[in-house]
């Protein structure tokens, strides 16, 4: 771990504890990836496309990982206690908003995709919590039936966001073959 992601975990946890206004953290899927649990319970903000799918959602940008991260470079996408701001769909409840964005672009609602289709919300700003994986805590080898340590769909993920904000002036929909 690299002195500035020890910094900045620390500068968390103590505005956490002070009860202190939430500080937005605009960063890359990568930048997050890079610095791990440093950034558990962390509020960010990340430009980017939705996938989504019967199965699973996510949330990745253009950005580069590296190492053990290279894949998936996207992050478990979940949908918490979440409005719209922008102009379009404004203060609407991200869930309907988004119903509402499929359906203009002639695609079913989130609640009716079928498994075998998926899609993909581009352009999308994006404000939401951080749940990271613990430092510490791997699967252990020995054990090679037990599931995945990570979020989303088969803990395929390393890191998750939970969306609080969303804004979708600029978004568009696209069906992914």
Request: charged share 20%.
């Amino acid at each position: 771990m690299d002195s500035a992601s020890y910094c900045i975990g620390l500068v968390i946890l103590q505005l956490s504890a002070m009860g202190a206004a939430t500080k937005v953290y605009k960063l890359s899927v990568a930048q997050i990836l890079e610095r791990g649990d440093n950034l558990n319970h962390a509020t960010v903000e990340i430009r980017g496309d939705i996938q989504i799918s019967g199965e699973l959602s996510s949330l990745g940008d253009r950005s580069k990982c590296t190492g053990a991260q290279s894949q998936p470079c996207k992050l478990s996408f979940a949908v918490g206690s979440c409005r719209v701001s922008g102009r379009r769909y404004t203060q609407q409840e991200c869930r309907d908003a988004f119903d509402r964005l499929l359906k203009q672009f002639g695609f079913p609602t989130s609640l009716q995709v079928d498994s075998g289709k998926s899609m993909v919300i581009k352009n999308v700003l994006v404000v939401g919590v951080l749940s990271t994986i613990p430092a510490g805590v791997r699967p252990d080898p020995s054990q090679p039936g037990l599931p995945r340590i990570g979020f989303g769909h088969l803990g395929v993920f390393p890191a998750e966001i939970s969306a609080t904000k969303v804004d979708l002036d600029d978004a568009l929909v696209e069906g992914i073959p």
